[in-house]
């Protein structure tokens, strides 16, 4: 990878490798969300794939193909996604902001991200364990859109 790439190129010059090292690994992207015109709310419901102690897809490659509300994020779309975090590196250097201070890139490691509180915990349920009756229990976090 090239030396501080984020800081360097826009987000369409990068390498398929530069692209994936931008996930900070917080998987706050992989939590169920109900997105309408005016609100983002998030669930601590997971993605059934989500392995949540790892933080990471289980079948990363075919994640599109088995999960219906999957999305592969782009250069070209990511501005579309306004469902996605704030912390979220793609969508903070999308709108011309600095990766956070946490972000790994920075920092070298996953802890700084851990510290600060910015990864999904443990607490996240897979989706398939909470019927959707019982959704409303789950919100932890209601964002309004501008």
Same mark, same amino acid.
């Given at each position: 990878?090239?030396?501080?790439?984020?800081?360097?190129?826009?987000?369409?010059?990068?390498?398929?490798?530069?692209?994936?090292?931008?996930?900070?690994?917080?998987?706050?992207?992989?939590?169920?969300?109900?997105?309408?015109?005016?609100?983002?709310?998030?669930?601590?419901?997971?993605?059934?794939?989500?392995?949540?102690?790892?933080?990471?897809?289980?079948?990363?490659?075919?994640?599109?193909?088995?999960?219906?509300?999957?999305? %592969?994020?782009?250069?070209?779309? #990511?501005? /579309?996604?306004? &469902?996605?975090?704030?912390?979220?590196?793609? *969508?903070? @250097? =999308?709108?011309?902001?600095?990766?956070?201070?946490?972000?790994?890139?920075?920092?070298?490691?996953?802890?700084?991200?851990?510290?600060?509180?910015?990864?999904?915990?443990?607490? %996240?349920?897979?989706?398939?364990? #909470?019927? /959707?009756?019982? &959704?409303?229990?789950?919100?932890?976090?209601? *964002?309004? @859109? =501008?």
């Amino acid at each position: 990878m090239r030396t501080r790439f984020w800081e360097r190129f826009s987000l369409a010059e990068l390498n398929a490798k530069e692209w994936e090292a931008l996930c900070d690994g917080c998987a706050k992207c992989c939590l169920v969300r109900q997105v309408d015109d005016t609100k983002v709310r998030v669930f601590n419901i997971s993605c059934d794939l989500l392995d949540v102690s790892q933080r990471r897809c289980q079948d990363y490659e075919h994640r599109l193909s088995r999960v219906s509300h999957c999305h %592969a994020l782009t250069p070209e779309n #990511v501005t /579309r996604f306004n &469902w996605l975090p704030e912390s979220c590196a793609y *969508r903070r @250097l =999308s709108q011309g902001k600095p990766l956070a201070k946490w972000h790994p890139l920075l920092t070298g490691s996953a802890q700084a991200m851990l510290e600060v509180n910015m990864a999904v915990t443990s607490e %996240a349920i897979p989706l398939s364990q #909470v019927p /959707r009756h019982r &959704w409303h229990a789950h919100i932890i976090k209601t *964002r309004f @859109l =501008s």
